[in-house]
Nanobody, 122 residues
């Protein structure tokens, strides 16, 4: 069983930056960040493979967000820059044990954090 705890959310003006952190208890695997805005489905934001050698981003955040991990600390990070009002959502950290390739589907991830709110004002 893996428990994930997110931190670092908050309120920021458009153009600003935030850094989200996710700390895991237990072994972590492929890690992803997802977000869900009110009335919308949960969507993939960024992901990183177990060894950190491969990263994946949604088109909407490419060039603005950077995902990283520190396996020694069982932690994964999401550096968010040039934030836009449309980035406003609850952000979730997730861990997936899938082995073949990469999946951006929420259903592929086995463990989830409780989420942290990010609000970007215009």
């Amino acid at each position: 069983q893996v428990q994930l705890v997110e931190s670092g959310g908050g309120f920021v003006q458009a153009g600003g930056s935030l850094r989200l952190s996710c700390t895991a208890s237990g072994r972590t695997y492929n890690m992803g960040w997802f977000r869900q805005a009110p009335g919308k489905e949960r969507e993939f934001v960024a992901g990183i493979s177990w060894g950190g050698g491969s990263t994946y981003y949604a088109d909407s955040v490419k060039g603005r967000f950077t995902i990283g991990r520190d396996n020694a600390k069982s932690a994964v990070y999401l550096q968010m820059m040039s934030l836009k009002p449309e980035d406003t959502a609850v952000y979730y950290c997730a861990s997936g044990t899938f082995r073949a390739g990469w999946s951006a589907l929420p259903s592929a991830f086995d463990y989830w954090g409780q989420g942290t709110q990010v609000t970007v004002s215009s």
